[in-house]
């Protein structure tokens, strides 16, 4: 019945006697958060068989026995959390194989030895050939990202798969560079979703000269970012076809839904800040997931002060063209910005005019030149790349002019400047699978 559950939340709960054999089949079970409650008995051996655990609390209970050393087959496992229980023994040699456990924490028992000095750094080194130059794939005000293939090495691993990943390496020299990667690291611990990039590890340790070394580990996009298929240099003109009028609308259903999911489905509530098609990254099949977390924000703060930051210390948050009126005047984060930001990519999506073109100056914004030429010249400011693949995907024109006047008036509506008009991203998902439904029924997304 829990076959299909991922996440398991009973924190301080006061549940107790021991862990019911069921828990096993939970085989897609990626959070176990088991914390502050009165289990006890030994830990099961069969969390083993839940290989795509990512997370474990089972603090503050009364576990006894030694940590089984099945856990050693874990090797999706990025953190582990045991301490206050009474737990006894030595850690299990085989913890040092999983190459994605970066926390470890068993304080509070009666074990021996120490945790094990993970060799993180020495992994991701390897992984991409000592962060050479030939494997980077972007670079930030605050941090390279480079390609990188990781070797699982857990024992008995049956699939012994070697994984590609992107690794963004934080240049602590960076005023802010520090903070940056504890935001996107704590706003992106726990979320899942499909269209959100997924963080694999966050890394901080030291490298081998004893410096610090701060680095998230992501699933690695071939398709690498929006902005590159978009506005192609010239060099790639030939390589990348103009993306179709489906692939488009399905890269706008999948952003708006990782917004609607942060927006209205996490707690607290995630506001990316800093939507732009530089920080979409899309799959081997053109989905699209929002990436990029660096200027997110949570709302309500967390207790943890050390990410309450002063408006002051970060300037404007978001990248010019994208970022709301509103914030530029000193205004508060809100779900509202991310939706002007969201407008201002979906127009860009469907007429191909990047918002910090030349052209857009002297009070002439991408929203007010689609504006403009709404409803009746619609066709005039759409991507003329569009119009010149999707006739040939028999898609008439009258349709098609009807279907990007629907999806351009969200784009228009999202991208208001009063925060008041615009639309919810809730309602946003909710009208964009609504028109696909119309006039693309046959496609998923
Ligand atoms: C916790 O459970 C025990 C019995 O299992 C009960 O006596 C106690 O009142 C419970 N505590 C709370 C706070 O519910
Ligand atoms: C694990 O559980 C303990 C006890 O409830 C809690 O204090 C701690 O914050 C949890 N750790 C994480 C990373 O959630
Ligand atoms: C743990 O077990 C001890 C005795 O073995 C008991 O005194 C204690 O109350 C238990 N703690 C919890 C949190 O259940
Ligand atoms: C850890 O991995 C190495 C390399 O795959 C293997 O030789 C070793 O036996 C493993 N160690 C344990 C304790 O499983
Ligand atoms: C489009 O129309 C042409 C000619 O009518 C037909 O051969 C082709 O299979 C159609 N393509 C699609 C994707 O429906």
């Not at 798969?161 to 020299?173: E, H, I, P, R, Y």
Request: hydrophobic share 40%; charged share 20%; net charge negative.
């Amino acid at each position: 019945m829990l076959i299909n559950l991922e996440q398991l939340h009973l924190s301080r709960n006061n549940l107790s006697g021991e862990l019911p054999e069921e828990l096993g089949n939970c085989q897609v079970l990626t959070i176990l958060a088991l914390d502050s409650n009165s289990f006890q008995g030994t830990i099961p051996s069969f969390l083993s068989n839940l290989n795509g655990l990512e997370f474990i609390n089972l603090s503050c209970n009364n576990f006894s026995g030694v940590i089984p050393q099945e856990l050693g087959l874990l090797n999706e496992l990025q953190e582990l959390y045991l301490a206050k229980n009474i737990l006894s023994g030595h850690i299990p040699l085989v913890i040092e194989n999983l190459t994605n456990l970066y926390m470890f924490d068993i304080s509070y028992n009666d074990i021996e030895g120490s945790v094990p000095e993970k060799g993180v750094f020495s992994n991701l080194a390897q992984a991409t050939e000592s962060f050479a130059t030939s494997n980077l794939i972007g670079a930030g005000k605050y941090s390279h990202v480079y390609k990188g293939v990781l070797l699982s090495k857990g024992e008995g691993s049956s699939n012994q798969k070697s994984n590609a990943v992107a690794v963004k390496v934080f240049d602590l020299q960076q005023l802010g560079s520090s903070k940056g990667f504890m935001v996107e690291c704590e706003a992106l611990r726990l979320i899942r979703h499909r269209n959100l990039i997924r963080i694999r590890t966050c890394c901080s340790t030291f490298d081998y000269n004893g410096n610090d070394f701060k680095a998230l580990v992501f699933d690695y996009m071939p398709n690498g970012n929006l902005h590159r298929w978009l506005h192609p240099e010239i060099d790639e003109l030939k390589s990348l076809r103009p993306l179709s009028l489906t692939q488009r609308l399905s890269i706008v259903i999948d952003i708006a839904d990782a917004l609607d999911y942060l927006h209205h489905n996490c707690y607290p509530s995630v506001i990316h800040c800093d939507l732009k098609p530089s920080n979409i990254l899309l799959g081997e099949d053109f989905s699209a997931c929002v990436g990029d977390f660096g200027l997110a924000k949570l709302l309500p703060d967390p207790v943890s002060k050390s990410l309450v930051e002063s408006e002051s210390s970060i300037g404007i948050r978001g990248s010019i063209g994208y970022v709301p009126p509103e914030y530029g005047d000193g205004g508060p984060v809100s779900t509202a910005g991310d939706a002007y930001s969201f407008g201002v990519l979906l127009l860009e999506i469907f007429t191909g005019k990047n918002p910090t073109e030349l052209m857009f100056k002297d009070g002439l914004t991408l929203h007010n030149f689609v504006e403009m030429a709404f409803p009746e010249q619609v066709m005039d400011i759409v991507d003329p790349n569009l119009i010149a693949l999707d006739v040939m995907e028999n898609i008439s024109f009258k349709k098609m002019r009807e279907f990007l006047v629907s999806i351009i008036e969200v784009g228009l509506t999202c991208s208001k400047q009063w925060p008041i008009d615009r639309m919810s991203m809730e309602d946003v998902a909710t009208q964009l699978h609504r028109i696909k439904d119309v006039y693309l029924p046959n496609i998923n997304c």
